[in-house]
């Protein structure tokens, strides 16, 4: 069984930094996906980043790039999303997801992309304070 478990959300000031961790167990699968997503209150939950298996393909949306960057680390399972910069329209619950398969994103205006993903945690409130 996959299981999902984000940790790191918490409370920070505009300006500042936080890291997302998404600890992963279960996988079966040869290639994968990883997603960050967030939903804010009243919001569509949307896709932030997405990692594929050793790294090959990473994405952002644009709003969050040069701020915002995933990363695995290569002797477990786990995956981070170094945010900075953080500014308050990033306040949300940040969500961790997986599916089988590498899931190569590019582009702007992506949707949908919540229903490509099978797996997921739990979700870590992030608060920006102006």
């Known amino acids: 069984e996959v299981q999902l478990v984000e940790s790191g959300g918490g409370l920070v000031q505009a300006g500042g930094s936080l890291r997302l961790s998404c600890e992963a167990s279960?996988?079966?699968?040869?290639?994968?996906?990883i997603g960050w997503f967030r939903q804010a209150p009243g919001n569509e939950r949307e896709v932030v980043s997405t990692i594929t298996t050793g790294s090959r393909n990473t994405y952002y949306i644009d709003s969050v790039k040069g701020r915002f960057t995933v990363s695995k680390d290569n002797t477990k399972n786990t995956f981070f999303l170094q945010m900075s910069r953080l500014k308050p329209e990033d306040a949300a619950v940040y969500y961790c997801a997986a599916r089988s398969g590498r899931l190569n994103l590019s582009g702007s205006g992506i949707t949908g992309v919540r229903n490509l993903f099978d797996y997921w945690g739990q979700g870590t409130q992030v608060t920006v304070s102006s």
């Open positions: 279960g996988f079966t699968f040869a290639d994968y996906t």
